[in-house]
């Protein structure tokens, strides 16, 4: 099998989990029990690690491939404002669709969807023309690819056990089994429809894999994805785009907790052949907080106070030591990180890791961020309760204590820490916000001393964040390197994009840090990085630079797939690299799309 470009996959999601199924048919990942359990279907990440194919034997090629003449190719979309997703292969004898869902619990609707996921993963095959040959292949292997189940026969069904996790693929065609493979071959006419599906359930539960009828629980699954939207009240430009990606970060949300995960996949990499290649599948206090930002953008308020509340139960008391940055789906805190010897990676793109060393950082700029979201959705919030109260004001009390210190930064180096510009205007933003939000935050509340500080970090990065060599504000205190992360100075109401200073840092970022129009986060940084690129479009827009805004926009949403979801990097010939659906780069195109609509220049 040749690795298949990150971009073919599409994604699907209940709320609990993840799976990637690629255009040719095959799932190559899903992590049943939650985004970052184990996966059974691992092929995303070594060819022998577990795949579940439904397509037809003949080979089909994209239609942009075969648009030179007749012959076989593939379109897909999801269906109107779900995350289903129909597949149409069109062959020499025919053309079939397979609609695909991870399914709801029946009866779910908006955000209802995912709080008691039945880890059922439904596909659908319909005849729509002439008579095609389909084949099947089921090839579970848990625990990322180190166990090869024991598979037991049975009238209906075949079930797939090892270790602490059984699989039961149900069909209504006849099967062969081999050690460890279960396939098998048969035809679809026009107008026949076969439903097929997986259910996990853990090993040694009482409780047996869901069974669901695969035809019945798609128009189900459509139905409480479409009852998302209701609550989705965008009223600006690019509304389709805008819905879509708050539909994506939907999808990357643990319903039964509020977590959002940063992205649903480990170790695709930043660069083929590197190292740089990390687990995404947990929730950062960052991204909760942006997201947030963006759904305020998208008008989907109704679960702010749970989703604060996960933060606040998740960081738990803050005290004198660095605020957890990041958690498990459940905001579990140790997410010691390992390497997975036995995974070839992605594109022989070693090492695979499974939990992320992150979790060890400082990092300051989440004091920031999280405080920027409260006071952005402080009207959504109603009242703070203690838990709310507490996790501000200790973010503020944190903020004001250790502005001072080096920190990992929102990239997360993990050679040194450095006094970075970012984290140091974050901080300046947390006790901002924390100030204007004090009358809410009850008796521990200190704005006069936060707003003391508040002032203090304002002339320090006005006076040590400029360097007059580089005629910019540079990434880190005293350095000379650009650094893209010093585009939040507008957007968080630091300095306005026309101020001559920050005008000169935007257009060294550009010309210095972009590439075909994707902006990369330091010099060094093999591929563009899509959230920077939106953070460029908003600042062209706050500098006055409008059409210049709207053309790099429109640009930049062209590189997502054909289904529109964006990895966390573009390469410069515009090729997926990074993590996948990356929760960054879609909150980057909503705020984008605000920030457009806001600055449309008056006639």
Known sequence: MSQVP????????????????????????????????????????????GYWSLAPTEESETQAESASGPGPYVERSYLPDTLVLRTVHHTGSGSVAVTEALAVEPGARGHELGRASPAVLVRVVEGLTGTVRMRVDFVPRPEYGLLTPYLHRQPDRVVAAAGPTTVTLRA????????????????????????????????????????????ATIPDTVEAWRAIRE??????????????????????????????????????????????????????????????????????????????????????RIGASPVPIMYGVEGERHLAENVMGNLRGYAESRPVRTGNDAWRQRQLDVLGEVLEAAYRMRDQLHEFDEELRELLVGLADQAAATWREADAGMWEARDQERHYLSSKVMCWVALERAVRLAPLLGERADPERWAAVRDEIRLAVLHSGWNDEVHAYTGAFGSPELD?????????????????????????????????????????????????????????????????????????????????LFAEQLAPDGAHLGNTPQ?????????????????????
Request: aromatic share 12%; charged share 20%.
């Open 484 to 564: 893209a992360s010093v585009l939040i100075l507008p957007l968080v109401h630091f300095l306005p994009a026309t101020d001559p200073r920050m005008r000169a840092t935007i257009h060294a970022i550009e010309s210095r840090l972009t590439v075909n129009g994707l902006v990369r986060r330091w010099s060094g940084d093999p591929a563009g990085f899509v959230l920077c690129t939106f953070w460029l479009v908003e600042c062209l827009a706050l500098a006055g630079e409008y059409h210049r805004a709207v053309e790099l926009f429109d640009r930049t949403v062209a590189h997502a797939n054909d289904v529109g």
């Open 172 to 215: 209504p065609v006849p099967l062969t089994c081999q050690p460890g493979r279960v396939y098998g071959e048969f035809e679809v006419t026009a107008g026949q429809v076969l439903g097929f599906d997986v259910a996990y359930a853990p090993a040694y539960d009482t409780v047996a894999p869901a069974e669901l009828d695969p035809v």
């Open 6 to 49: 990150i971009s073919d996959y599409g994604f699907l999601s209940d709320c609990r989990s993840a799976a990637l199924v690629s255009r040719g048919g095959s799932v190559d990942w899903w992590c049943p029990d939650r985004f970052d359990g184990p996966s059974v279907f691992g092929r995303l990440l070594d060819p022998q690690a």
């Open 231 to 316: 609550t989705h009240r965008y009223q600006g430009l690019y509304p389709e785009l805008v819905r879509h990606s708050a539909l994506v970060l939907q999808g990357l949300t643990y319903q039964r907790s509020g977590a959002v995960v940063a992205a649903a996949t480990t170790s695709l990499p930043e660069q083929l052949a590197a190292d740089r290649n990390y687990d995404y599948r947990y929730a950062w206090l960052r991204d909760f907080a942006f997201t947030m930002n963006a759904l305020w953008v998208g008008a989907c308020p109704e679960e702010t106070s749970r989703l604060f509340g996960w933060a606040a139960r998740s960081a738990g």
């Open 583 to 603: 929760a960054l780069s879609h909150i980057g195109l909503i705020n984008a799309a605000w920030r457009l609509t806001e600055s449309v220049p008056s006639r």
